[in-house]
């Protein structure tokens, strides 16, 4: 390799022989070099080439494309999840409907713990079963804190509830301000209508920033090719919820818009067996949510980092309780109780 | 630009040559970017689950790395800024090499960036849906961006210029120095930003982030770069002046004094308020929940960088000796400071109060190394060009053969 | 460059050609050496498997708790259904004080200061339910007796602040399905019962999960594989091995919950 220059300017026998020597040296260099860097890269050789396609590359963002794009796309996307899957899955893009926007109440009083609301939403929503990857943590707090780190996350006691603790499942709050939109550096994830952030996963480049952007602790990263068996695919997906992830992306919780934006409730919510988790429309008075909020001691977690989640946190009133749509008495001076 | 391929023609021979010394060194380089490259290449094909990264800490060393980097790469300035704001004139010739590390430190930077990302192939999203200015990360990208070709430009005109036995024109570089001792501050405050702006990590949420970066970035880079002064004129045949060292010295003892004040008046903040924002920083100094991982490399970077402090202090380590000890301990204490005691302790506990440890794994450490090398072997290959063609011995009208006029540099 | 001294040129030929050939020549085997060891090396990335916890159908039931009653209840005896006043019309109704039951063993009733049948069942005619003041209900209007009790919670439940609400959210779209009291709450024994936990997520999930985050454990041992990795992998395999056969199994029986009641 270095004996180019020694080469241009040989003149004389003693230069010659030095010069075939150090053109054997540069050469014997450069084809090692060259050994070396292909043997470097070899493992390149494994990627899965079907995932570095040209199409893909040029696939434009959601926003962008135009209804024949997505038509395209969703239609490789059908392939791809009946080869790999062998079940043609139902996926369409649902938009936002207007005159919605979703909110999620939790009772705190209610919940026992028993994550059938984390499995379901695995379930639901096709996230990778090896590793696993969950939405929903649920954290057993000790009664009279409020604070997370006093919570467990992998208590397995035989039974729950237990008396001394309650629990307080945490996923993505879907906040109106939200940070992790707002660190994005591509708008790979926004802000829809109904209230719901999303991801184009597609888009992501998997910076992880909105990580360690969100307070709650609310999104996962496919850190390796994320798994799941043939039978345990749910085929009901949509393009901006559960539809198979690759690796390198970020995902989170959507509120499962593939039934919701459908008028069904959250794969979670329907699960739990208490009856702790609410969700619906907050744009309709009469809807249990907007009830809730308007009645119930509603707080949301750490309201100080100004997220304005849309995942309430309630618990049951003492007695005697307000009551319901009747405006409170006015205290002699004229403020409110 | 028949001339200017030449140049670049003649460049290239040039970094082949050299003596056993620049061939060990090279090779040295070569073998271990390349296992970075393979250990890279692993991690595209599986994935960062080769990492020590998880969703609870989902930075790691590379972020670490990066972030570090830039402050050396602003420190570029601290050369640049006494030449021409003060008129110190015994750093003006040794400006070239402080700006040529600024283009090794932030191609370094970008690489750093580029592993960490779990979809690479994608990074041209960037260019195509811009989030400015609401992330902060493309304001960083257009900081690291503009100051690598406002490097590029500086170094590549003066070299050039040089080349062609020009005085350069200061037209032509000057208003271009200026701003880039903006932008060099500018880059590092960007990357603090990056920090400070996420409310959801009170670890990172102050506003003493930012100048703290800026203090410790003062001390590391020029100490870097007093270091590899020492070598150039040991080995290169580059003349340095001891006059250009101790002011240089004076520099980094400000930053460091600066740097280790600001970190007091952080510790005191969180200590004595003792409040729940405290998690993670206790987690770094003292331990968390029987957690420990960070405690012993934050002690070992504050003890390394007292000793430095000392040593710059006291008034019989004058000597230039003494002088390179404190540098060694002080790129290596802010390295720790930064790296493993800025970024990673941000994620520990979690948001919500889950402990999980981060330990880089080996080939996490091997693509570090990788990117570590060659920055290096850049930075190398860069003061092997600038060196014979700033001292005059490679230049566009020479008759002698390039190989006398780089043999003669090496024999320096 | 015309000034360049004489003694730099005998120099280079001298000392940096002798010097450059034998460190020259040992660059293409030390990359040959390096392509080897890239391809054969140890350094072959493994990546934890059945990693996940085992969850069956049955548990994640979307299911009310429980069955409503009929109304009339019904129960099959000898192939036919009977109601309460199939048998109850042949046994004339007792007068107080109440006695232990001598039939309808199986129940407990665990109601709290609620002890006594005939506040909710009506003593003359079984089919129905009694209110306070002596008025009847049928049993498929078995809200209203218990909000005779818990006032708040069936205004909650009317409102669905209380209580499950499955199927669709939009009633436009779907049936919005509000479960009854007694799909959930016996009414004999109120109380949710307590229910066995799903498992939790073993740890965070890269290669370094195996190295379990609660015992805070430093690092794998030495000795077995020289590549960090494997190590991770393996410890990994062993520690989840390990979990699965020193795990007892999990009791099936429903437990009550004995915990303060909030309502």
């Known amino acids: 390799m270095k004996s180019v220059a020694d080469q241009s300017n040989s003149t004389g026998e003693g230069r010659d022989r030095l010069s075939r020597r150090s053109f054997l040296r540069g050469s014997l260099g450069a084809a090692g070099g060259a050994a070396a860097l292909a043997a470097a890269l070899s493992p390149l050789r494994m990627l899965d080439t079907e995932d570095y396609t040209v199409e893909k590359f040029l696939q434009k963002h959601y926003k962008e494309m135009s209804p024949g794009d997505m038509d395209s796309v969703l239609d490789r996307i059908r392939g791809e999840v009946e080869k790999r899957y062998a079940i043609r899955p139902e996926l369409r893009d649902i938009k936002a409907q207007d005159g919605v926007e979703f909110v999620y109440a939790l009772h705190l009083g209610r919940c026992i713990g028993c994550r059938r609301c984390v499995h379901a939403c695995v379930q639901e929503n096709n996230q990778s079963r090896s590793p696993e990857i969950q939405y929903i943590r649920v954290l057993e707090m000790p009664k009279g804190s409020i604070d997370v780190e006093q919570g467990r996350h992998d208590y397995d006691r035989p039974t729950v509830p237990d008396p001394d603790h309650y629990y307080m499942p945490v996923q993505c709050h879907q906040c109106a301000n939200p940070p992790c939109v707002k660190v994005c550096p591509i708008e790979a994830t926004w802000q829809e209508q109904d209230g719901i952030v999303v991801i184009d996963y597609d888009w992501c480049i998997g910076c992880r920033y909105c990580e360690a952007a969100c307070p709650y602790w609310a999104r996962r990263f496919n850190f390796t090719e994320p798994k799941i068996a043939r039978e345990e695919l749910n085929p009901n997906m949509a393009y901006l919820s559960n539809r198979p992830r690759k690796q390198g992306v970020m995902e989170k919780c959507h509120f499962c818009l593939q039934r919701t934006r459908a008028g069904q409730m959250p794969a979670c919510l329907e699960v739990c067996p208490v009856g702790a988790r609410k969700f619906g429309n907050i744009l309709d008075p009469e809807s249990e949510v907007s009830q809730i909020l308007k009645n119930k001691h509603v707080f949301v977690l750490k309201q100080e980092v100004g997220t304005l989640p849309r995942f309430f946190y309630y618990f049951d009133e003492d007695y005697p309780r307000n009551t319901f749509n009747k405006p409170l008495p006015v205290l002699p001076g004229g403020s409110h109780g | 630009m028949k001339t200017y391929l030449n ?364 990117i570590w090398a060659f920055g290096l072997l850049l930075y190398t290959i860069f003061v092997r060009i600038s060196v014979p063609v700033l001292t005059g011995q490679l230049t566009l009208n020479d008759n002698v053969t390039p190989q006398a006029a780089t043999a003669g540099a090496i024999a320096k | ?93 007792r007068d107080d004080p109440p006695v232990a039951l001598a039939q309808h063993k199986h129940i407990v009733l665990n109601h709290g200061i609620n002890k006594q049948c005939r506040n909710c069942h009506d003593s003359k005619d079984r089919n129905l339910l009694v209110l306070r003041g002596g008025e009847t209900i049928t049993y498929d209007q078995v809200e209203t007796l218990c909000a005779k009790c818990h006032g708040p919670t069936f205004r909650d439940w009317e409102h669905g602040a209380h209580g499950r609400t499955n199927g669709y959210w939009d009633a436009s779209r779907g049936t919005v399905r509000r479960l009854r009291c007694t799909e959930c709450h016996d009414p004999h024994n109120p109380r949710v019962p307590a229910m066995d936990p799903l498992a939790p997520l073993p740890g965070p999930h890269t290669l370094r999960m195996g190295e379990s985050h609660a015992e805070g454990e430093s690092g794998a041992s030495h000795a077995e594989h020289r590549d960090p990795l494997r190590r991770a992998i393996h410890k990994y395999i062993a520690d989840e091995r390990k979990r699965a056969e020193s795990k007892p199994e999990k009791s099936e029986k429903v437990e009550y919950y004995k915990g303060e009641d909030s309502e």
């Open chain 2, 7 to 370: 140049f670049l023609w003649r460049c290239f021979r040039l970094s082949f040559v050299g003596d056993w010394r620049y061939y060990g060194w090279m090779l040295g380089l070569t073998i271990i970017v390349l296992l970075g490259l393979n250990a890279y290449a692993k991690q595209l094909v599986y994935g960062l689950v080769v990492t020590g990264m998880t969703d609870q800490v989902s930075w790691g060393l590379y972020i670490a790395n990066f972030t570090y980097l830039v402050g050396m790469a602003a420190a570029a300035v601290m050369l640049v800024i006494p030449v021409y704001i003060y008129r110190k004139h015994e750093l003006h010739d040794l400006v070239i090499f402080g700006e040529l590390f600024a283009v090794a430190a932030i191609v370094m930077c970008l690489l750093f960036v580029q592993v960490d990302l779990g979809r690479p192939d994608r990074f041209m999203h960037i260019f195509w849906r811009f989030n400015f200015p609401v992330s902060m990360l493309t304001w960083d990208v257009i900081a690291l961006g503009g100051y690598l070709l406002l490097n590029l430009h500086i170094c590549g005109y003066l070299v050039y210029a040089a080349y062609r036995n020009r005085k350069p024109s200061p037209r032509f570089y000057v208003p271009f120095v200026f701003v880039a001792i903006g932008w060099a501050i500018s880059i590092h405050t960007v990357t603090a930003f990056l920090f400070v702006g996420l409310g959801g990590r009170p670890f990172w949420n102050t506003a003493i982030i930012a100048p703290r970066f800026l203090a410790s970035a003062f001390a590391a880079g020029p100490a870097f770069i007093i270091l590899t002064l020492q070598v150039i004129r040991r080995y290169a045949g580059y003349q340095v002046s001891n006059e250009a060292l101790r002011l240089l010295r004076n520099i980094v003892t400000v930053a460091m004094t600066v740097n280790m004040f600001l970190l007091v008046c952080e510790l005191f903040t969180e200590f004595y308020a003792d409040s729940a924002h405290l998690a993670s920083t206790k987690y770094l100094f003292l331990g968390l929940h029987g957690h420990h991982g960070l405690v012993p490399w934050i002690w070992t970077a504050i003890t390394l960088n007292t000793i430095a402090l000392i040593i710059l202090y006291l008034p019989f380590t004058q000597s230039l000796r003494f002088l390179n000890i404190a540098c060694v301990l002080m790129v290596v204490g802010i390295w720790i400071e930064k790296g493993m005691g800025l970024v990673v302790p941000a994620f520990i506990p979690t948001p919500l109060g889950e402990m999980v440890e981060y330990q880089p794994t080996l080939n996490e450490a091997l693509v570090c190394f990788g």
């Open chain 3, 1 to 93: 460059m015309g000034e360049t001294p004489k003694h730099r040129d005998e120099h280079d030929q001298r000392s940096v050609p002798a010097q450059r050939s034998w460190a020259a020549y040992c660059i293409g085997p030390v990359f040959f050496a390096l392509a080897a060891w890239f391809l054969w090396g140890p350094a072959i990335v493994e990546l934890p498997i059945e990693s996940t916890p085992k969850v069956n159908a049955a548990q994640l039931t979307t299911a009310p708790r429980r069955e409503i009653l009929g109304n009339p209840p019904t129960i099959e005896i000898g192939g036919f259904k009977r109601t309460c006043m199939d048998c109850h019309q042949m046994f004339p109704p």
